[in-house]
Structure formats: structure tokens, C-alpha cells
């Protein structure tokens, strides 16, 4: 176990919807990714957040978009849902951005089904 | 762009056989190279990590990896797998804004 937690834990959503997923960092990180897990592949990584900006971003449309809080928890907001965006979404947070020393911890994910 | 590919969708062993996921990246420079393993219904935990220095790496449950330059690949090996083995594993490089990419993952079944 991490100190990486998510919510909700499985989502039914229909497309065109908007679809909130929210996670809590470990004590002491202040750097969090969020990554997309389709079926049969490898997670692919959305955006990373530090201090409450974004800073970083993969290949994502612009209706994938974020927050971090101050207490460094942070939202995945996807809008206009589509069949594809059906997926396990995972959390990671570390201590700081960019240092591939500091190992990043992953959270159980969200499973986002939109019918 | 960074990319890594995993030859092995799904490997199935025995109990005591060994070992060896293969693993290729794309990209020439200085690499950091990860082994992450998900076991099923759990979250994605590091099995072990490059960076620089011993390209043999050790790691945790009797994994290591052989980072070789030259064939731009980074192999997970264990010398004698076991039932609680089976899992998903993933091998993965440091991309440029300090993110992880992922190969597709090799689903391994290890049959007692």
C-alpha cells in the first residue's frame, strides 16, 4: 500500500458527460501525475502538477484538464466524454518534479467506463 | 519521441523456471529505466530502477535487470519464478518532463 488514494473507485458515465476523478497525494509529496490505462496497454501520461500548476502535459485534448490543491491533492476533470476515454486512471505522486531519483508512488486507480 | 517496446504480450511459466522479459527503448542518450509491476487487483509498485554506474541492477523479490547500451534494451530476469509472481509488468524510460512512457506490459501467468 502507497499513501496514494483515489475516488471514486469505479465510474459509469455516459458520453458527452463531464467526469471529475480526485486523488490524494502521500504525506510530503508535492508533485502529482496523472496517467491514463487503457485495456491491454501500458499507462500514458496525461499531466503533472507542481505547486498547484500545470507542468508538464502528454498527448491529451484539452477537455482533460486539472487541479492541484494546496494541501497537494489534485482532480482529473474530463469533459465531453467519448467511448475511448473508458480506462483505468491512475494517480502518482513524488517529492519533486523531474528528479527520476525520487521514485514516483502510484495510487489503486479510478475505472471510468463511459457507455 | 521516447517509446519502449515489450516483445512478450504474455508469458507463461511454471513454478522454479526462469525468467527473462524483454524490454527496448527508442532513445540514444542518457536514459533512466524502470521495471513496475502490478499485481492483480493492486496499484503499480517499483520493482527496480536505473540511472547510471552498474547496469545490473538489483531489485526487490529476487528481480534484477541488465541495462546494455548497445541493444538499447533493459531485461527483466529471475532466476526462479514463483506463483505469487504473477502479475503484469511493466518496463519504463524517463521521458523530458520527468514523466514516465510505458511499453504495453507483459502478463505474466506462473502455473504452481
Known amino acids: 500500500e502507497t499513501g496514494v488514494t483515489q475516488s471514486p473507485t469505479h465510474l459509469i458515465k455516459t458520453r458527452g458527460q463531464q467526469v471529475t476523478l480526485r486523488c490524494s497525494s502521500q504525506?510530503?509529496?508535492?508533485?502529482v501525475s496523472w496517467y491514463q490505462q487503457a485495456l491491454g496497454q501500458g499507462p500514458q501520461f496525461i499531466f503533472q502538477?507542481?505547486?498547484?500548476?500545470?507542468?508538464g502535459r502528454g498527448n491529451f485534448p484539452p477537455r482533460f484538464s486539472g487541479l492541484q490543491f494546496p494541501n497537494y491533492s489534485s482532480e482529473l476533470n474530463v469533459n465531453a466524454l467519448e467511448l475511448d476515454d473508458s480506462a483505468l486512471y491512475l494517480c502518482?505522486?513524488?517529492?519533486?518534479?523531474?528528479?527520476?531519483?525520487?521514485?514516483?508512488?502510484f495510487g489503486p486507480g479510478t475505472r471510468l467506463t463511459v457507455l | 519521441a521516447q517509446s519502449v517496446s515489450q516483445h512478450n504480450h504474455h508469458v507463461i511459466l511454471s513454478e522454479a523456471a526462469s525468467l527473462e522479459l524483454g524490454c527496448n527503448y527508442s532513445?540514444?542518450?542518457?536514459?533512466?529505466l524502470f521495471w513496475y509491476v502490478q499485481y492483480p487487483g493492486q496499484h503499480l509498485q517499483l520493482l527496480l530502477k536505473?540511472?547510471?554506474?552498474?547496469?545490473l541492477v538489483k531489485g526487490i523479490k529476487g528481480f534484477e535487470a541488465e541495462f546494455i547500451k548497445s541493444k538499447f534494451s533493459f531485461n527483466l530476469r529471475k532466476p526462479s519464478v514463483q506463483w505469487s509472481d504473477t502479475a503484469e509488468y511493466f518496463c519504463?524510460?524517463?521521458?523530458?518532463?520527468?514523466?514516465?512512457?510505458f511499453g504495453k506490459g507483459t502478463k505474466l501467468s506462473v502455473k504452481p
Open positions: 502518482a505522486s513524488r517529492e519533486m518534479p523531474g528528479l527520476a531519483a525520487l521514485p514516483q508512488f
Open positions: 504525506s510530503g509529496h508535492n508533485t
Open positions: 502538477y507542481y505547486r498547484e500548476e500545470e507542468n
Open positions: 532513445y540514444g542518450g542518457t536514459v533512466n
Open positions: 536505473y540511472f547510471s554506474g552498474d547496469p
Open positions: 519504463a524510460v524517463k521521458g523530458s518532463q520527468g514523466n514516465l512512457i
